[in-house]
Structures are given as C-alpha cells and as structure tokens.
C-alpha cells in the first residue's frame, strides 16, 4: 500500500522560502499515470490545493499561489518537493501531499506537517 509522508521546518520565518518534502513509500512516484498534489489547511479554515506534478513532470498551480510555487520530484529519492517562497504569516498551516488520478483527486494522503511562520 502506498504511504507518504510530509517533512520539513516546522517553523520559517516571515520572506524566507518554506521548503517541504513528501516521502513516498510503497510504490514508485514514476509507476502509473499519477498527479502528486500539495493541499494545505491553514488553522480555522478550509483546504487550500497548492499544486501539483503529474507522471509526465507537468505542474500546475493554484494562480494566487503561481508566483511562489516550485513542485518538482526526485526520482533516486522517491519523492515530492514543495517549495513556497516569500512566505508571510498567512501561510501558516498544515501542508498535506496527496496522490490522485488529477488534479484534485486524491486517493492517497499524507498525514500532514505544521508549518508556522513567524519571526
């Protein structure tokens, strides 16, 4: 059964570059035609979809997200990367990895990672 796994900094200060990590276990992220999307959930509101990597390494991304957001993969490593730049206090939340068949489609989550920003 496929797993992930989300890591990172737990805490980034304001204008640094938030950088996340989703280890995939259980399964090649090369294997099927998969998209590997990153959600987050800031505290007291709804999921937020990120972006995403598809098998043929497309990305896509949110449009208010667009300017500060790098997706890629490492393949010798067997997992997703997530980096956010120019980060502010409110992209404070917790940040989920999911695989799916599209964008927006999940049928594999991570169980997610806080990241605090602050100074």
């Known amino acids: 059964q496929v797993q992930l796994q989300e890591s990172g900094p737990g805490l980034v200060k304001p204008s640094q570059t938030l950088s996340l990590t989703c280890t995939v276990s259980?399964?090649?992220?090369?294997?099927?035609?998969?998209?590997w999307n990153w959600i987050r959930q800031p505290p007291g509101k709804g999921l937020e979809w990120i972006g995403a990597i598809s098998y043929s390494l497309t990305t896509y991304y949110s449009p208010s997200l667009k300017s500060r957001t790098s997706i890629s993969r490492d393949t010798s490593k067997n997992h997703i990367t997530l980096q956010l730049s120019s980060v502010t206090p409110e992209d404070t939340a917790v940040y989920y990895c999911?695989?799916?068949?599209?964008?927006?489609?999940?049928?594999?989550w991570g169980q997610g990672t806080q990241v605090t920003v602050s100074s």
């Open positions: 999911a695989r799916g068949g599209g964008i927006l489609q999940y049928d594999y």
């Open positions: 259980g399964g090649s992220i090369t294997t099927g035609y998969y998209y």
